[in-house]
């Protein structure tokens, strides 16, 4: 792998030592500054990565014990337990602390199945150990028996050794190379693994010391918001897809695992092994290992602050700021442009996206991405946050342009107050109606708001009469209108209560389900 500091022998001979890689996101290539015979050369890294000459296999001149050693040194989490696992059915692995007592008494197991075995008070948890190592290596148990091991990667006080991205989306090959190029920004080392199913991979950082979790996914996030500059179509779930998944397990727990790299019977068949930039395989495994060079906690720092004092675009609030009040992703601080790019104001709000820099289509992303309030509400109670996401965006990049929903019509004009509004709303048909009732003052008043605007939300309680007001503005704009709701009892309440606020004159109103 040429990474910076590797030194490499040409095809001719040549001994050099790469210096530096550099991206270029203008024409998205990369170089690299090298050094031969006291001279510093820049060579594009695709022709560089064709005069390097094949290394040679180096792994018989490491003992298994070394191997192990060095395995350990860089793949290090919570050793008082470790991950095991079983294949269901349908053939999917499931992962568990594994306890050499599991279901067996004294376990509250055997009489409660779903008791949590971080509050068990008699465990008897397998440490992570050398031979646990050898047997994962190995693929197989002493017994024969297939073994997959992961790894708990928060640590005493809520620490890490480790930073870990998973990627297993249909474009996940196209989300590792563009985290791979945010990272050789950085000057930030890394191992890119293919997934023990081969249908995604883990980005592996590896930090000299333990760190604070909390610090080292502030830095995830960071890399991952720079990747999505580039790569727009990034999705926000690769947010809940960082490990450590917690900043701390104060609560007890131990925390999410994730499955540690070359299984044995995985890596024979291509899975669960390190490969280079291009995503193709590395021979030489331990060698790339050895000389993956660990992160120091000042890079950490520096990245970090950074990013968070000196952010390139005014778009992206910290989650530190975050409070229950207050879920927006973005600020709105020297955001407006003057650029007059083309907005379809429809069912939703399209832009495309070459009218728009990379920094641009981020920014309209986030305008309409928020964190998820019960993602905080279960951090603030000690609660599992698994499969609750922190954000939720309600953007969309396809076929060359990003969706908005519409209600943020307005704050897209603020961004852009000079831009080419192109409507293609829907304008019905006329309809000849007679409203046959009378508003109480407090729903006059929130008639009055609405009818203000082209666009809003009525939120009140049961019994406030939201369809009442809703009729009212039905028979005052006299257009057909479309009403979604979720239920059928719901769809007949509404049907019923219109008929009797509204006298049609026209066709009955249709309805689908």
């Not at 297993?168 to 890119?192: F, G, M, P, T």
Request: charged content about 25%; overall charge neutral.
């Amino acid at each position: 792998m040429i990474k910076k500091e590797s030194v490499h022998i040409l095809k001719d001979g040549r001994e050099i030592k790469v210096l530096d890689v550099i991206q270029d996101f203008k024409d998205e290539k990369q170089y690299a500054l090298i050094l031969y015979d006291n001279h510093q050369y820049i060579y594009e890294m695709t022709a560089l990565k064709q005069s390097v000459a094949p290394k040679n296999n180096t792994t018989t001149n490491k003992s298994t014990d070394e191997k192990i050693a060095l395995y350990r040194a860089y793949f290090r989490g919570n050793d008082e337990i470790v991950a095991t696992s079983f294949r269901t059915k349908v053939g999917k692995m499931v992962y568990y602390p594994w306890c050499l007592i599991r279901k067996q008494a004294p376990c509250p197991k055997v009489k409660k199945p779903q008791f949590q075995c971080s509050k068990c008070t008699v465990h008897r948890f397998q440490k992570m150990t050398d031979d646990v190592i050898f047997n994962h290596l190995k693929g197989v148990n002493r017994y024969g028996k297939e073994v997959m091991y992961g790894l708990y990667p928060i640590v005493d006080q809520n620490q890490t050794f480790l930073l870990v991205f998973d990627f297993d989306k249909a474009d996940w090959r196209q989300e590792v190379k563009v985290l791979a190029k945010v990272a050789q920004s950085l000057k930030l080392d890394y191992l890119i693994e293919i997934s023990q199913s081969g249908n995604g991979a883990h980005v592996w950082l590896f930090f000299e010391d333990k760190i604070l979790a909390r610090k080292a996914r502030a830095l995830g996030d960071i890399m991952l918001t720079q990747a999505m500059k580039q790569y727009p179509e990034l999705s926000f779930e690769a947010f809940d897809r960082i490990f450590p998944n917690q900043d701390d397990v104060s609560n007890g727990g131990f925390g999410n695992l994730i499955a540690l790299p070359l299984q044995g019977k995985r890596v024979l068949n291509g899975f669960s092994r390190f490969v280079d930039d291009d995503l193709v395989l590395i021979d030489d495994i331990w060698s790339t290992l050895e000389q993956t060079t660990k992160i120091s906690e000042e890079e950490v720092d520096g990245i970090i602050n950074k990013y968070t004092h000196n952010l390139p675009s005014n778009y992206y609030k910290a989650e530190k700021k975050v409070q229950q009040d207050d879920l927006t992703l973005f600020e709105y601080a020297s955001a407006s442009s003057d650029k007059k790019i083309d907005v379809t104001l429809g069912s939703e709000i399209t832009i495309p996206i070459k009218e728009l820099t990379r920094d641009e289509t981020v920014r309209l992303r986030f305008l309409a991405s928020f964190y998820n309030k019960a993602y905080f509400k279960a951090l603030n109670q000690r609660l599992n946050t698994r499969n609750i996401p922190k954000m939720i965006s309600l953007s969309e990049v396809e076929a060359g342009e990003i969706k908005l929903p519409r209600g943020l019509y307005q704050n897209v004009l603020k961004l852009y107050p000079k831009a080419n509004i192109i409507h293609q709303q829907v304008e019905g048909k006329t309809i000849h109606a007679t409203f046959q009732a009378e508003l109480y003052e407090a729903q006059q008043q929130a008639y009055d708001a609405l009818t203000q605007h082209n666009d809003g939300l009525l939120c009140a309680g049961t019994g406030f009469g939201k369809t009442v007001i809703a009729s009212k503005m039905i028979v005052e704009k006299g257009v057909s209108t479309l009403i979604i709701v979720h239920s059928k009892s719901l769809a007949a309440q509404w049907k019923s209560q219109i008929e009797t606020f509204v006298d049609l004159e026209d066709d009955p109103f249709p309805e689908y389900t």
